[in-house]
T-cell receptor, first 113, second 114 residues
Framework: DAGVTQSPTHLIKTRGQQVTLRCSPI?????VSWYQQVLGQGPQFIFQ???????GRGNFPDRFSARQFPNYSSELNVNALLLGDSALYLC????????????FGDGTRLSIL | DQQVKQNSPSLSVQEGRISILNCDYT??????FLWYKKYPAEGPTFLIS?????DKNEDGRFTVFLNKSAKHLSLHIVPSQPGDSAVYFC?????????????FGKGTLLTVNP
């Protein structure tokens, strides 16, 4: 079975631009979470979605938004990109929002110039 | 405010010996703990978890110990193998509530030398 898939793998943007990252969860998983991992740190929680509803939001500015589609895939959008947004963005899925463990994709490496 | 702390950025052990990775937490609401392993250019892979109602959980070469009074957990790998070389993240969550986000430590780089 396919694991969590994320696209694109790498992305280079400039300051002020907008970016959309995509995630397909493991088949049958209904919950998707997004995490940001900057160099030298552990992943930091951004959002959790379950059945298209936002279940939780981390300490990130409103420039970050996300949504989940009827097929449970998800998009993370970041507007007005800053240099500090350069990071690995990880998507994780689980069967339900209350289910652990969460299973991670390989991430999207976002570089801001 | 770092709620999950992995105070050793790196650890080096010989093949066949025991690897012990440590993790401390400050939030007494955490009641479920997980260890993930991460290779370069890959996402974190789930290894083992433990609920706060237990003090030990084993899975093959991996054992996690939880000391709630000390707010401390550790991952033991016996015997260590070169393929275990990776970054290990400790994570914690609070079950119940509106979401089950994971709070991660900064990770420990384990190097197992042949």
């Amino acid at each position: 079975d396919a694991g969590v898939t994320q696209s694109p793998t790498h992305l280079i943007k400039t300051r002020g631009q907008q970016v959309t990252l995509r995630c397909s969860p493991i088949s049958g998983h209904k919950s998707v979470s997004w995490y940001q991992q900057v160099l030298g740190q552990g992943p930091q929680f951004i959002f959790q979605y379950y059945e298209k509803e936002e279940r939780g939001r981390g300490n990130f500015p409103d420039r970050f938004s996300a949504r989940q589609f009827p097929n449970y895939s998800s998009e993370l959008n970041v507007n007005a990109l800053l240099l500090g947004d350069s990071a690995l963005y990880l998507c994780a899925s689980s069967l339900f929002y209350s289910n652990q463990p969460q299973h991670f994709g390989d991430g999207t490496r976002l570089s801001i110039l | 405010d770092q709620q999950v702390k992995q105070n050793s950025p790196s650890l080096s052990v010989q093949e066949g010996r025991i690897s012990i990775l440590n993790c401390d937490y400050t939030n007494s609401m955490f009641d479920y703990f997980l260890w993930y392993k991460k290779y370069p250019a890959e996402g974190p892979t789930f290894l083992i978890s433990i609920s706060s109602i237990k003090d030990k959980n084993e899975d093959g070469r991996f054992t996690v110990f939880l000391n709630k009074s000390a707010k401390h957990l550790s991952l033991h790998i016996v015997p260590s193998q070169p393929g275990d070389s990776a970054v290990y993240f400790c994570a914690a969550s609070v079950r119940g509530g509106s979401n089950y986000k994971l709070t991660f430590g900064k990770g420990t780089l384990l190097t197992v030398n042949p």
